[in-house]
């Protein structure tokens, strides 16, 4: 049975002893089967998510919430529950600064039927992209003060009042808070405009060029506590471009310039966008699982795949290799 087909319930509150318990009797004596359960603390604050087979439960839907909330109140946690029917079409926030290309590329999916969710809600730190939003019909909140300086707790209230099932990080330049990502880990996805791990953190263009690259890239990751450490679902790379002294990047040779960092960003804002579409399209189909930092397709992930096209694999040369020497002997 896939996740999709399971009752979610996430449990989200301070850590005290007893909430693994009190939750998983609750649903032996409904019988409920747990079929998956994950849970960590973090600096005093418990997180725990469970997918459960109710197919066969003891009880209603409606008296299962009501359970579950009363049993939250006494433990003095937040319980969420999503059953399989309130699953069917994921919601999602999005999370934006200035730059829209990412943004609306998510927004032109949604519109012509290619990305399987509803975008629920735009998010921003500062009020410049709200006229995107209003352009799609999508409500739009600023949470940030007049330095751009988010609100994290309003930011929680809204991803709680949407019910926020993914969340989106469309080039949204601020880091966020470990209590965000530690309640949404696995559930935050950001792009960031370099071939990680290589250029991780502010600037990535600039150190791109400073570092004198000739293949660039972009890249979306799965969000951690660690800045641009997360598993990485799709990767983009681009030729640098080389200037001339007359601005026509396409050109070189005599007089030619080395490349500028809005050069880099021509290149790599597309790339941004189209990446951030397919890691998203990755998760929303269960396509990809984690497993020690890496990401994997799943067997049945039929029509993805992690990494380079087909028709670029096909031009990396396959020979000469060191296949058939012997094996080095151990000091060597």
Avoid: W
């Amino acid at each position: 049975m896939s996740q999709r087909e399971l009752t979610e319930i996430a449990v989200v509150g301070d850590d005290d002893t007893g909430l693994v318990a009190g939750v998983t009797s609750l649903l032996f004596e409904r019988g409920i089967n747990i079929e998956d359960i994950d849970q960590a603390v973090q600096d005093g604050l418990f997180r725990m998510t469970m997918h459960v087979d109710t197919a066969g439960m003891e009880t209603t839907e409606d008296a299962l919430r009501a359970d579950l909330q009363r049993l939250g109140d006494d433990l003095g946690v937040d319980v969420r529950v999503r059953f399989p029917a309130d699953r069917e079409t994921r919601r999602i926030a999005v999370l934006v600064t200035k730059e829209s290309h990412c943004l609306e590329r998510l927004c032109e999916a949604r519109e012509n039927g290619t990305l399987d969710a509803e975008l629920s809600v735009v998010i921003g730190n500062h009020p410049d992209l709200a006229p995107v939003a209003e352009e799609y019909g999508i409500p739009f909140h600023d949470v940030g003060d007049e330095g751009g300086t988010p609100d994290e707790d309003e930011l929680l209230d809204l991803l709680g009042e949407y019910d926020v099932d993914l969340v989106v990080l469309a080039r949204y330049m601020r880091i966020l808070g470990p209590n965000v990502v530690f309640r949404y880990e696995g559930r935050i996805i950001n792009v960031h405009p370099s071939l990680l791990p290589a250029f991780p953190g502010a600037k990535a263009y600039r150190q791109a060029k400073e570092a004198g690259v000739r293949i660039a890239g972009v890249t979306a990751h799965y969000v951690t506590t660690d800045l641009d450490q997360g598993p990485i679902l799709a990767q983009r790379a681009f030729n640098v471009p080389h200037g001339s002294a007359d601005g026509d990047s396409a050109t070189g040779g005599a007089g030619s310039r080395e490349p500028s960092v809005a050069d880099l960003k021509a290149r790599g804002q597309p790339l941004e966008a189209d990446v951030l579409l397919e890691a998203v399209r990755l998760h929303l189909d269960d396509a990809v699982t984690v497993h020690r930092g890496r990401t994997e397709l799943r067997e049945d992930a039929g029509g993805y795949q992690l990494g380079m096209p087909e028709a670029l694999d096909r031009e990396t040369p396959n020979r000469p290799t060191d296949e058939g020497l012997p094996e080095p002997t151990p000091g060597e």
